[in-house]
């Protein structure tokens, strides 16, 4: 057994990084155990560590079986950054680099070896492997994407199948399988299928924290505000269409205002999408524009942005593309634009499908998709829910949760439309009712003599989104049923009557405009920007030189802090998470010297500035509190010591965030309430603290309030 301070220090020498992540740990010493092992976790979860660093600390070399030859490439490349023998064997090579790589494997110098499934189990490849085998010993096999072996999954590869017989050839030799699919069926299929023995299985949280979800109605104004995002937002995204014209469309008017994007989709030849998925990987460009084509193999852990431009099909397949966001566990958003016609297209094309029973799941997938697209409770619960996995819901960090959607009483508006169903006698589609609420004149209600009804024009004060979100919102709330032959004809229910008699009210959730920031931009964070986005060209140069993608030099988090800490010498750079002792004396010097370089830059620029009165300093009453506050005394611990009135105390501390001096906020003010107060001044904007002292209600003080305003002024919102 290892003992604990092993592992880690293990982990930091060879990886860079300090702790374990959720579940790493014990993996690895089950691992280490010789168990076979079933391993569930989330893209992005950290999979990959829990075969690689017990492949370091055994004797002989791991097998690795990887479904693609550009997933190999990365993590070899990754793994030899970090200075671990690595390597793989596949088509790309030439009988020379083949024979080259196999004499280092049967030399014992290599500790992970990668290979494709049909090469690894084929007549050529065996012999060797029996050689490898007996000679330098094979430490595990690392099943990765193990869910490839299922049909039941959304990528089955046949020659999955035949890796059954590694465990019949070698039974001693632990296996491990790695997937990131949630489905029970999958998981009971790779440990049947693969012959796992009496398997330790381990199955992560889907919750993926650091994305924030959001739904917004594409409307006309969608495009401005996806551009908006990109310009906004630092770093790479994914933009998925349905289909490869709007992709080409999309590309094209994003480049056309000068944002570097490229097209990927199945119209493209392998070459070109071969091209672009590189050029996308090694930051050449910044933005992806692609149908679901695009996706399986792409290990770009820095993608800050994943936005569905069209309706998906299912919750699943919205899990995994939007999971393509944030998978080094940096702060990311995935953005749904939804709109009707998305749905009248899918329906249509899952009523173009063949099979009954296909057409059946397709649909009920549709519908769960629409009530995750129009829910108005957490976003994560509905879809951790889809997984079976429980969710309490509250998140803090989706539309829902952030911005709760204020509910108005609509029951006027419900009894007119219902009322529309009514004299229209249950005949008509929501379209129709709509037409005739509004008074159209469309050949339909001509022929019908529908304009002479009753409620002929009377919903001409709302628009037609109006009158579609009622609509829509009677029929989730079970107010209204719609058939579900293809006609989705509207019929009314007991509920139904029940609100044209006024015995039940109607309220509807009504969307507010929502401006999130990516991310909270402090000051601290607009300080190092200018000195990460100096280290950033620095790794990109240093990658293009490799050949490299700029992620395996070093992450974009492991920049942030290189560039918050700014170290100075090599031991504290080699402090810092993810930076691994081979990257040390490979990549120090070179990034010790840039951060050196800006210091000096700045430092000429700081005293041009100081002769112009710029910020403000603290005075020495407000030093004093600040202390006192840094000691973590509150307010009232404060003003007593000082023999202060509290009020003086919160007018230092405004002072002091005034003058961005570092004040903690939640020392002060609850987390919960500061949320509910940045709520709040995102809807009403910078007004008096009355105001918002009456949206709020008296469990908030003005004291409370006045810090959270400062603290949200000083951050440059609106
Ligand atoms: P998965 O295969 O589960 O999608 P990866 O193995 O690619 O995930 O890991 C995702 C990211 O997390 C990678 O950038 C990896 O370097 C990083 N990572 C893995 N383990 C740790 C850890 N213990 N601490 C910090 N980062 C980690
Ligand atoms: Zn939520």
Redesign the pocket.
């Known amino acids: 057994m290892y003992q604990s301070p092993t592992l880690e220090q293990a ?1 930091k020498h060879h ?1 860079g ?1 300090d ?3 959720l579940g ?1 740990r014990q993996i690895i010493e089950q691992a280490l155990l010789n168990r076979d092992l079933l391993i569930v ?9 829990c075969f690689q660093l017990p492949a370091l600390l055994k004797k002989g070399v791991t097998v690795v079986v990887s479904p693609l030859i550009a997933l190999m490439q990365d993590q070899v490349e990754a793994l030899r950054n970090n200075g671990v023998s690595a390597t793989f064997l596949n088509s790309s090579l030439n009988a020379y680099q083949v024979r080259s790589r196999e004499e280092a494997l049967l030399q014992g110098k290599i500790k992970l070896l990668y290979v494709a499934p049909e090469r690894l189990v084929s007549e050529r490849f065996l012999p060797l492997l029996d050689l490898v085998h007996h000679k330098v010993g094979i430490s595990a096999f690392a099943i990765d994407e193990a869910h490839c072996v299922s049909e039941w999954g959304h990528d089955f590869r046949p020659e999955y199948r035949q890796l059954k017989l590694l465990r019949q050839r070698y039974p001693d030799i632990p296996v491990s399988a ?1 997937t ?1 699919t949630a489905t029970d069926r999958v998981r009971a299929d790779i440990i049947q299928q693969l012959g796992l023995n009496q398997p330790n299985i381990h199955i992560s949280s889907f919750n993926r924290t650091n994305l924030y979800y959001e739904v917004r109605s594409k409307t006309k104004s969608a495009y401005a505000e996806l551009l908006e995002l990109i310009r906004e937002t630092d770093g790479s995204g994914i933009i998925y269409c349905l289909t490869r014209k709007k992709v080409d469309e999309l590309t094209l008017k994003l480049q056309h205002e000068k944002i570097a994007a490229l097209p990927y989709h199945a119209g493209l030849t392998d070459e070109e999408r071969n091209q672009n998925q590189t050029r996308f990987i090694r930051d050449d460009v910044r933005v992806i524009v692609a149908t679901i084509a695009f996706g399986m193999g792409i ?1 770009k ?1 820095d993608v800050r942005f994943v936005v569905h431009f069209d309706l998906p099909r299912n919750i699943e397949s919205y899990y995994q593309e939007s999971g393509r966001a944030g ?3 940096e702060t990311s958003r995935c953005l749904l634009f939804y709109n009707f016609s998305d749905v009248k297209t899918i329906e249509w094309s899952i009523n173009q499908k063949t099979d009954p029973q296909e057409q059946l799941i397709a649909k009920q997938q549709l519908r769960q998709m629409i009530d995750y697209a129009e829910g108005t409770v957490c976003r994560r619960t509905i879809q951790l829910g889809y997984f079976g996995e429980r969710f309490a819901g509250n998140c803090g960090n989706c539309d829902n949760c952030r911005y709760p959607k204020p509910e108005q009483d609509w029951t006027i508006e419900a009894m007119k439309f219902l009322s529309c169903v009514a004299r229209c006698k249950e005949k008509y589609g929501m379209g129709h009712i709509i037409d005739v609420l509004r008074g159209a004149k469309t050949q339909k209600i001509i022929q019908n003599g529908h304009d002479k009804l009753s409620t002929y024009g009377i919903g001409k004060d709302r628009g037609l989104d109006e009158w579609r979100m009622l609509g829509r919102s009677l029929l989730h709330k079970g107010f209204l049923e719609q058939t579900s032959d293809g006609y989705a004809v509207l019929k009314l229910n007991a509920l139904s009557w029940e609100i044209m008699r006024r015995q039940r009210t109607v309220t509807v959730a009504i969307p507010v405009a929502q401006r999130v920031p990516l991310t909270d931009r402090d000051a601290k964070a607009a300080e190092v920007d200018l000195l990460l986005q100096k280290l950033r060209s620095l790794r990109k140069q240093i990658a293009d030189a490799q050949s490299v993608a700029p ?1 395996v030099i070093f ?1 974009d988090s492991t920049l942030r802090l290189m560039a918050q800490s700014q170290p100075k010498s090599l031991l504290e750079f080699s402090k810092l ?2 930076v691994a002792s081979h990257k040390v004396s490979q990549y120090g010097d070179q990034f010790l010297a840039a951060i050196r370089a800006y210091h000096q830059k700045q430092g000429l620029l700081e005293k041009k500035l100081n002769s112009t009165p710029s910020d403000e300093l603290p005075i020495g009453t407000e030093l004093q509190t600040l202390q006192l506050h840094q000691q973590g005394l509150s307010v009232a611990e404060i003003a007593k010591k000082r023999n202060l009135r509290p009020r003086t105390i919160i007018d230092h501390l405004c002072n002091l965030i005034e003058k961005k001096q570092p004040i903690d906020l939640n020392l002060l003010v609850s987390v919960e309430k500061q949320q509910k107060i940045l709520q709040v001044l995102e809807i009403l904007g910078d007004v008096p603290l009355t105001p918002i002292k009456e949206y709020l209600g008296d469990r908030y003080s003005f004291d409370e309030i006045r810090l959270v305003k400062i603290t949200w002024r000083c951050r440059g919102k609106r």
């Not at 976790?41 to 560590?49: A, D, H, R, V, Y």
Request: proline share 7%; aromatic share 14%.
């Open positions: 982990l990886f990084y702790t374990f992540r790493q976790m989330p893209t992005g979860g950290g999979k990959s560590l790695l990131a290990n852990p998978r080094d566990g992620y992450s998470s993810g």
